[in-house]
């Protein structure tokens, strides 16, 4: 049984790897290929993808923790004096407001290597 996982996983990549390196291709139109942009493809390197993909998902764990903050804000304002539910809300309202913090940081650590490593400038 362990053989077969191994068998269709090296059959798997066999065939999935061409794709692969055709999909990095952006060469010229020699060969009938055409590049990347004339597909629709973004014609940005890998680095711009990973960046674009954090930068989309820091976005949206700053809204999630708008969102969160909003929530244990209503929770805090129909507590009406039961502690429970106001410690539960407080609870709830640090943690939204950390989440909004680490992806703010997040955001800035990511300006600052992506200009180190760019080469674009000393400072982001």
Do not use: C, E, H
């Not at 990347?36 to 809204?63: C, E, F, K, S």
Request: glycine letters at 14%.
């Amino acid at each position: 049984m362990k053989t077969k996982k191994i068998m269709y996983s090296l059959i798997f990549g066999a065939l999935i790897f061409p794709s692969i390196a055709f999909g990095q291709w952006t060469g010229g139109t020699s060969n009938g290929l055409s590049k990347a942009g004339d597909a629709g493809l973004p014609d940005g390197g890998i680095l711009q993808i990973v960046t674009n993909i954090m930068n989309w998902l820091l976005v949206l764990v700053g809204v999630i923790g708008i969102i969160g903050f909003v929530i244990s804000g209503i929770l805090y304002l129909t507590a009406a004096g039961d502690s429970n539910q106001i410690d539960r809300a407080k609870t709830a309202m640090t943690w939204s407001i950390v989440g909004v913090i680490v992806a703010l940081m997040g955001y800035v650590i990511i300006k600052a290597v992506n200009a180190m490593l760019g080469g674009d400038s000393s400072t982001f």
